[in-house]
């Protein structure tokens, strides 16, 4: 399995981005997908989940009505579409699949968001 996020970098306060990851090595339309991030010294925390035919997602409070989760089954990529960004969003942003029938998680190596004027 293999998840490679792209998409971060620096932006301005109220600014726009969107992450992408990719995957590979799993039946990637059978699973749902979820986002984290991560600050330093923090815990990893779900911020955004998006089933697998992309029909149902779930938003932590603090990114509702801001970020946009969506997918593309034919290109085997999950998206993030993250708007008013704030300087609290900084973080190190991973995407993450379960595997049911391997009981097993995986990790993307993540991709660094900045906020900041």
């Known amino acids: 399995v293999q998840l490679v996020e792209s998409g971060g970098g620096l932006v301005q306060p109220g600014g726009s981005l969107t992450l992408s990851c990719a995957a590979s090595?799993?039946?990637?339309?059978?699973?749902?997908m979820s986002w984290y991030r991560q600050t330093p010294g923090k815990e990893r925390e779900r911020v955004a989940g998006?089933?697998?035919?992309?029909?149902?997602?779930i938003y932590a409070d603090p990114v509702k009505g801001r970020f946009t989760t969506s997918r593309d089954n034919a290109k085997n990529t999950v998206y993030l579409q993250m708007n008013s960004l704030k300087p609290e969003d900084t973080a190190v942003y991973y995407c993450y699949v379960w595997i049911l029938q391997w009981r097993q998680g995986y990790w993307g190596q993540g991709t660094q968001v900045t906020v900041s004027s």
């Open positions: 998006i089933s697998n035919n992309g029909g149902s997602t």
């Open positions: 090595g799993f039946a990637f339309s059978t699973y749902g």
